[in-house]
């Protein structure tokens, strides 16, 4: 199993879906919104969520993580608290690996925290 499955993803603020994970998606498929991780970016589209992982020191090997939303067994949402620097998504795929989605504190984090929270709602319901 690869540990990409088993991680934490760091979330900090809405930005324009990246081009070369545009690329990736299917002809059928729809994006909805992308949010700046430490080194990249994820997309959230209608059927699953892509995050973009680069490695090394140039940051030139890029691994793609695809979660669909049909996967998602568990989650739950955690806000931040008044000393909490970060929120929290945790998500349980089939097979029971775990993922966390973290959010830092900004002025934009709840919007986004619920905005994920949302997106992930609407399709795991409609799958």
């Known amino acids: 199993m690869s540990d990409v499955l088993s991680t934490k993803y760091c979330f900090y603020n809405e930005v324009p879906i990246p081009k070369h994970m545009e690329d990736l998606l299917a002809p059928q ?75 830092f504190k900004s002025k934009q984090m709840s919007e986004l925290l619920f905005k994920v929270y949302d997106t992930i709602t609407k399709y795991i319901l409609s799958c």
Request: charged residues 25%.
């Open 29 to 103: 498929e729809i994006p909805l919104f992308a949010v700046k991780t430490i080194r990249d970016a994820a997309v959230f589209t209608d059927k699953r969520i892509l995050i973009a992982d680069k490695q090394g020191l140039t940051g030139k090997k890029i691994e793609y993580c695809t979660i669909p939303y049909k996967s998602i067994v568990a989650y739950s949402i955690e806000t931040a608290g008044t000393f909490d620097l970060d929120a929290e998504i945790k998500l349980v795929l089939s097979g029971g690996i775990p993922v966390e989605l973290q959010f």
